[in-house]
């Protein structure tokens, strides 16, 4: 019963995002999954794994789904230091929002494990976002290793 209670806590109820938790089944199930900035949704209840890399975030059925969802979530929370002060802007009135110039940072070996037809479709997507006016800049993060390294720090 406690393992079902905190497993429910850490990848259910509250969507936990410390290592895709959220963005990972979303992928394989055609549903969205949001792992929004640190602080922006408040942790409280949740099962702490690490409390730099906490994050919650929601699964629903379209960005714009998401983007309401997020506006109901975020926000401080009294009694949670982790949360973020700032203002949660209208996240779905910002959707239409004009895309022109938004830098994409792109590390290309990260794609090297996909699979030839999902490496071509997202090669057509960063295309069409420079169509549109988007800038696509290429980077190298550290590699997964070191960057499992660095979060357990």
Known sequence: MLVSRILSTVIGTNQADNGGSVRNPASVCNVVGLKPTHGRISTEGMFPRAYSIDHAGPLTRTV?????????????????????RREVPDYEAELDGPVQGTKFGIDRELTRVAEPAVT??????????EEIGCEIVELSLPTPEEMTVAMYL
């Not at 071509?120 to 976002?129: H, S």
């Open 120 to 129: 071509r479709v997202f090669e057509r997507a960063l295309t069409k976002l």
């Open 64 to 84: 714009k789904d998401a983007a309401i969802v997020l506006r109901v979530l975020a926000g401080h929370r009294d009694g949670d230091t982790t949360t973020s």
